[in-house]
């Protein structure tokens, strides 16, 4: 078993999956906002403390996605981030894309950026403590979209991004995400997904990446978020198995879905659904930000200070979703 395998799966494994903490600062600002909490690197760092520090991490949350800012702060008592990641038993993870910019040749349409200078960042985040690492590439389907371009361009750079990183012994997490947003039916997003994933792969291999140390963070097959034809949750977990099925090489360890925009109960019942039917050798687990953080975010904003009640309603999520990735999660647990 490779280095990159162990890693993969001690992230994935029993159940466990990933807390996706990288919005980037004007990401979170705009969460901190909506709360009305001033986004400051103090503010930033508690919440994210406060959810690092919580008693689900140990057996829930195998590897944690930090941004750059959070990977280099340190807790009230001194002790870096990563460290208390490792503390918990959690792997430290680093978001390493600088964003999707607008694709020339395609200007509705975005192509992710951050490859200059990549091996650098690398080389000093490994020294950081980091032992995974994320990149997003993000599509939208209309009547033209995602263009054969988009769809090349992004796969292209989330494969010299994964060589990157697998030359620097980190896991890369790649992420090609097809968004919810518009009226496409769950057909449609079947269709483009698997265009997007299988171009993925194909220059995933085409760039010697060790698959076995991979881990894909796709979206789930849905309806868009505009559209009069959604599909209830039993077809959202046929579709998204059948997806992944189809379009993922066997070597792959394990998929940890995004949450997207669902709720977080539409998103822990999903994922317990894809469990119950994925007759697949992947491992099928969570690697939610929205989806595990805003009820937390909530309850914090109302006292910053309340850790515990914080950590309360962080705990209950991420113990959900822990169910959920080995089907054993029910409604009746949410109560
Ligand atoms: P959401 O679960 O909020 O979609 O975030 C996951 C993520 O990391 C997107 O890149």
Redesign the pocket.
């Known amino acids: 078993m490779s280095e990159l395998n162990t890693i993969a799966l001690k992230i994935l494994s029993n159940g466990k999956g990933i807390l996706?903490a990288?919005e980037s600062t004007a990401t979170m600002t705009k969460r901190l906002d909506s709360v009305n909490v001033p986004s400051t690197p103090e503010n930033r760092l508690s919440f994210r403390e406060t959810l690092f520090s919580s008693s689900s991490m140990s057996e829930c949350i195998g590897g944690v996605?930090l941004y750059d800012e959070t990977i280099k702060q340190q807790t009230s008592n001194k002790k870096n981030i990563p460290d208390l990641l490792q503390s918990v038993n959690s792997i430290p993870g680093i978001k390493v894309d600088t964003g999707a910019k607008s694709l020339a040749g395609s200007p509705n349409e975005k192509v992710t950026e951050g490859l200059d200078g990549l091996r650098d960042r690398l080389k000093e985040y490994y020294k950081l403590g980091a032992r995974f690492t994320?990149w997003?590439g993000v599509y939208n389907i209309t009547k033209d979209h995602p263009s054969k371009l988009a769809v090349h361009s992004n796969a292209h750079a989330l494969a010299r991004y994964a060589a990157l990183v697998q030359e620097c012994n980190m896991v890369p997490i790649v992420?090609p995400?097809v968004l919810m947003d518009g009226n496409h039916s769950a057909e449609d997003c079947l269709k483009k997904t698997s265009e997007v994933i299988k171009k993925c792969f194909e220059e995933l291999i085409l760039h010697k990446i060790d698959l076995t140390g991979v881990i894909l963070k796709p979206n789930m097959i849905l309806a868009g978020s505009e559209s009069d034809n959604k599909i209830n949750g039993d077809e959202v977990a046929k579709l998204t198995v059948e997806c992944l099925k189809n379009s993922v090489p066997s070597e792959v360890p394990g998929v940890a879905f995004?949450?997207?925009?669902q709720s977080e109960i539409e998103s822990t019942e999903n994922l317990n659904l894809i469990n119950k039917v994925n007759n697949t050798n992947f491992i099928m687990s969570y690697?939610?930000?929205?989806?595990l953080q805003q009820s937390a975010l909530k309850c914090w904003s109302k006292n910053i200070t309340d850790i515990e009640g914080t950590q309360k309603v962080f705990n209950h999520r991420a113990k959900m979703n822990t169910l959920a990735a080995q089907g054993k999660w029910s409604k009746e647990l949410e109560n």
């Open positions: 996706a990288d996605i994320k997003r992420e995400e995004l949450s997207g925009g690697s939610y930000g929205r989806a």
